[in-house]
């Protein structure tokens, strides 16, 4: 399963897109650029235009709607994984906690994109939401580094084939694009067949298509308060290509890892 949306790589990035690529890493305190800002950068204005618009958010209150996403998501009860499981696995604490780097990595990422590009689309395309407060306090970003993001095609047959089958799980429509958690975790195969383990009867139940649904919509009414601060600039001609983008992610893997990884995270722990 390759992905099905073009995306500008960062060690292919230059000038402006480069600039912008930088940034992102700058103001979110990661290592990685996500695929929906590489998606953007395909379209002629839209990363500049999107970034620009949404900028202020991740300098102001989206840290704390986002850290209220964190703690408030409804997360199913499950068991945890041991840490004789993880070491039969060949997970040891050093493994682990580059495990955990990752897993963190995403869960600050996620649902920050979450309520800032829900933000966008609902001063876009107003409905009405819950009106929800934002946390009182948020961590620090991480400034963690993790592993570069490893291509479909690096991987071997059955690790691809693992990580397409977990894309699928919580997905209440067919899965358009890979979510990257499952294949940086690739890393260590027999963790994702654990993981695997772990989410199939959550699967199988419908919960986790549930915790999708309510993701969404936690994102939904956190984005509607933030989206009364934005000031959007002139937009590009890509506006309605950059905004089907945007909805893409977030009501898909945006809201769908949001969840997921919370729950891997929470049951890996440290």
């Known amino acids: 399963m390759a992905e099905s949306v073009p995306s500008v790589l960062e060690s292919d990035a230059k000038g402006e897109i480069a600039d912008i690529y930088a ?8 290592s990685v650029v996500n695929l929906i800002w590489r998606n953007l950068a395909t379209m002629p204005g839209a990363l500049e235009w999107t970034w620009s618009t949404v900028r202020p958010l991740y300098l102001g209150d989206a840290p704390l709607h986002a850290e209220a996403v964190r703690r408030t998501i409804a997360l199913p009860e499950w068991p945890a994984f041991s840490a004789d499981t993880l070491l039969a696995a060949g997970v040891d604490a050093t493994e682990r906690a580059l495990i955990c780097d990752v897993l963190d990595s995403y869960q600050y990422t996620n649902a920050l994109a979450l309520v800032v590009l829900s933000a966008l689309l609902a001063h876009y395309e107003p409905r009405p939401a819950e009106t929800i407060a934002p946390a009182g306090a948020v961590p620090k970003p991480l ?14 047959p059955e690790v691809a084939a693992l990580v397409g089958e977990l894309n699928t799980f919580g997905e209440d429509t067919e899965p358009q694009l890979i979510a990257s958690m499952y294949r940086h975790l690739a890393y260590w195969p027999t963790y994702l067949a654990l993981v695997r383990t772990m989410l199939v009867p959550l699967q199988e139940q419908g919960r986790l298509n549930a915790l999708t649904r ?57």
Request: with cysteine.
């Open 214 to 270: 309510s993701t969404r919509a936690l994102g939904h009414a956190h984005g509607a308060v933030l989206a009364r601060q934005l000031k959007p600039p002139a937009p590009p001609p890509t506006l309605q290509s950059a905004l089907a983008s945007c909805r893409l992610f977030v009501e898909h893997p945006i809201a769908r890892m949001t969840g997921i990884c919370a729950l891997i995270r929470r049951a890996t722990g440290r």
């Open 143 to 156: 400034g963690t580094r993790i592993p570069e993001l490893p291509p479909m095609d690096a991987l071997d």
């Open 23 to 30: 940034d992102i890493r700058q103001v979110l305190g990661t």
